[in-house]
């Protein structure tokens, strides 16, 4: 790039479209330490806390200047709690609750401020159309955690928020790393990260992660199985023009794992080792392939352009039996036999831009997108019956196989064109201002291909969202924002298509930067209200007319206390209820939903001495009692766990890693989709890690 352009970005990596328009409303100037000059939203970050970010604006921001809740979990976090999926990393983002993971094949649903999602983004594409395995860590970067709707740059969405993955890249110099581990129930796994420049130059990087793991349980009978291959590739073609590409390649195979059933709304009478499926299915094989690229180009000092892409396929298939209703103490079963296919392609072209006008500085971004996504799925099953069914205390399996009735024969398409209009606008030193807006066109085709009924729905709908930020004091920023979300309704058993469902959400709240910039912090209170919710009219046929509303406070924290001590960790207060349904009664609790969580980690590192660079570490996470079916009396109990954690250095090239987790062996359960499909968490366990720089 030309030595202005450069300039340039250096200027934009340090503050927000460079100086403010007005110096005379200029804040005292702060230290700002080289790491944090240095950092970019796509790279990695420097302990525990992240200073920019793009997944809440598409360009690289100070996150202090981003009008919105944007949480960030990075890459270390999963490294120090030995983590190889999101799931415990989002515990402590804030305000993210588990939900039904697909019988234990994928991370399909979370929940943010009260909402179930199953929208889950890898580099701002969508990742989690179709039935995708859940991500891995060996290339994740940072997790970021979008609060609030965000229809108005990433379309069709749930209210509560979003889950960006930002992916490992190429670096500049050379590094081999080789990760080694075991633990409690039979649990290995081997990680590489082979990084490497391609010419003396640099212009040319590769970097390709592989990893391999066999997984048993504590659950009797269930286990799994992955292989993971993702080779990246950056190429600088000249001084202004950067091509990237990234693929992944997946295996996984796993026993499909309902949970075990509450008795008379009661946990704890069913051992949770108890597997209530069938042995012999054997397992649910699930194969994804994705291919993203992006080229950019700048055209001036200002500008640039954008465009990337994104493709994505996978196939998932298998048998499974899964309870369905218990009476007594013999729960029924149905039989299923799975074969999903699915791919999504999306592409996006933008042009991003700054300038001065009218005394205010702009940051504007204009783009197109499009996407096409087709998802066959075939799930012929049983029906349910108490001859398949088994006894909850003293299971028998090996039962003949029922015949399969229903044949479930679905395909869906779904077509989508989006404009995206958006402009970030410092009006002074102090005040800072976002306004966007997506204008997109949905054609959604659902087809039964058993009763050839063919339902084919056409939406044009606005998205728009603006925020304002005010810089009190150089450690203070208060903010308060709106914006809006719509998403197509799930497909009826008959290829039926519903109105889709619209949010609106409201947040208002305060950005702290704290002991000189090592500390950062997020509060926000926030009010979401979302309609055209799925219900049940009085000829019992499914309407899109029911409401729910959310409402709270979160909070973030993460960073250093001391050049010793790292911590992240969350609060949330979350009220999500029902607020008009024919069947739920109005003020039920929904899914999932703890009204009080909190996370907490802390780690100490030695600083000198033999010891230095080893450390302790100490997590405890705090879950309330939750719904465990919506419309039901039937609860999950609260719980909270302790994990210890510690690593030594062994040499400048082998790092000893020993993680305890729920140190008290306490008996929990982590997630459920009704009273008979519960989700039993992990008793005390350990594992051993070896990190190796070859």
């Known amino acids: 790039m030309k030595s202005s352009a450069l300039t340039s970005l250096a200027a934009l990596s340090v503050g927000l479209l460079g100086e403010p328009a007005f110096a005379e409303n200029t804040l005292e100037e702060t230290t ?64 993210v609750s ?14 943010v401020r009260g909402f179930t999602t199953g929208e889950l983004y890898r580099n701002g594409f969508a990742y989690n159309r179709g039935s995708n395995t859940a991500p891995d860590s060996a290339t994740i970067e940072r997790i970021e955690v979008l609060k609030g709707p965000a229809a108005s740059l990433y379309g069709r969405g749930d209210p509560g928020g979003l889950v960006n993955i930002v992916s490992k890249k190429p670096q500049s110099d050379a590094f081999n790393t080789l990760q080694l581990s075991a633990g409690s129930w039979d649990r290995y796994r081997s990680a590489l990260d082979v990084n490497t420049p391609l010419n003396d130059e640099g212009t040319v990087l590769s970097r390709v992660n592989l990893a391999v793991e066999d997984n048993h349980s504590f659950r009797d009978h269930v286990s799994s199985q992955r292989k993971l291959v993702s080779p990246t590739l950056s190429w600088q073609l000249s001084p202004d023009t950067w091509l990237l590409v990234e693929s992944e390649f997946s295996r996984t195979e796993s026993v499909f794992d309902r949970g075990i059933p509450a008795v008379n709304g ?37 500008w640039k352009t954008r465009l990337a892409t994104h493709y994505s396929q996978g196939t998932l298939n298998g048998d499974s039996s899964e309870p369905q209703r218990l009476i007594g103490q013999q729960v029924s079963r149905i039989y299923r036999q799975r074969n999903f296919e699915w791919n999504d392609s999306i592409t996006q072209a933008e042009l991003h831009g700054s300038f001065t006008l009218g005394g205010w500085e702009h940051q504007t971004l204009t783009g197109v997108e499009y996407e096409n996504y087709r998802n066959s799925q075939k799930y012929p099953q049983s029906l349910t019956s108490p001859d398949y069914g088994l006894d909850i205390y003293h299971p028998v399996y090996g039962q003949p196989k029922p015949a399969l009735v229903n044949p479930n024969d679905f395909f869906e398409h779904t077509q989508s064109y989006a404009l995206n209009l958006q402009d970030q606008i410092v009006f002074n030193g102090r005040w800072r201002g976002l306004l966007g807006v997506r204008l997109e066109r949905v054609e959604q085709r659902a087809l039964n291909r058993t009763s050839s009924v063919d339902n ?40 039926q298509v519903y109105k889709p469902e619209k949010g609106i959400g409201y947040e208002t709240g305060l950005k702290l930067d704290l002991f000189d910039g090592r500390l950062g912090a997020t509060v926000a209170l926030f009010h979401i209200d979302k309609e055209n919710v799925l219900t049940t009219d009085a000829n019992g046929d499914s309407i899109a007319a029911g409401k729910a509303r959310s409402q709270g406070l979160d909070m973030q924290l993460a960073g250093q206390f001391s050049d010793a001590i790292r911590v992240i960790g969350a609060y949330a207060y979350i009220d999500a209820e029902v607020t008009k349904d024919n069947v739920i009664p109005e003020g039920s609790d929904l899914l999932g ?34 719904s465990g079916q919506t419309g039901t009396r039937f609860e999950l109990p609260a719980y909270s766990t302790v994990d210890l954690l510690a690593h030594y250095n062994v040499s400048d090239t082998a790092r000893i890693g020993l993680n305890l987790n729920n140190l008290f062996d306490r008996k929990y359960y982590e997630r459920a989709h009704n009273s008979t499909w519960v989700l039993p968490g992990e008793p005390r366990n350990l594992s051993v890690s070896l990190t190796l720089s070859l």
């Open 32 to 95: 700002i330490t080289a790491d944090y000059a240095a950092e970019r939203s796509d790279g990695p970050v420097n302990g525990y806390r992240a200073h920019r970010s793009a997944t809440a604006t598409r360009t690289d921001t100070d996150i202090r200047d981003t009008p919105q809740s944007i949480n960030v979990v990075p890459a270390q976090v999963l490294t120090d709690l030995n983590s190889t999926r999101i799931d415990r990393a989002l515990d402590f983002a804030g305000g």
């Open 98 to 111: 588990r939900q039904n993971n697909f019988g234990g094949l994928t991370f399909l649903n979370y929940s």
């Open 266 to 302: 009661e946990m704890g009478s069913v051992s949770r080792n108890t597997f209530l499926g069938e042995p012999n299915d054997g397992n649910i094989r699930n194969n994804n392939q994705l291919l993203q690229i992006s080229l950019e180009h700048y055209l001036h000092d200002n």
């Open 456 to 495: 084919l729905q056409k939406k044009d709908v606005a998205t728009p969202r603006a925020g304002l930020l005010y810089q009190l004091t150089p450690e203070v920023g208060v903010f308060a924002n709106a914006s809006t979300s719509f998403k197509p309704n799930t497909l009826g058993n008959q290829g």
């Open 593 to 626: 939903i703890a009204r009080n969580s909190a996370s907490l980690m802390a780690v100490y590192e030695f600083q000198a001495g033999e010891l230095r660079g080893s450390d302790i570490g100490i997590a405890g996470n705090y879950v309330g009692d939750r």
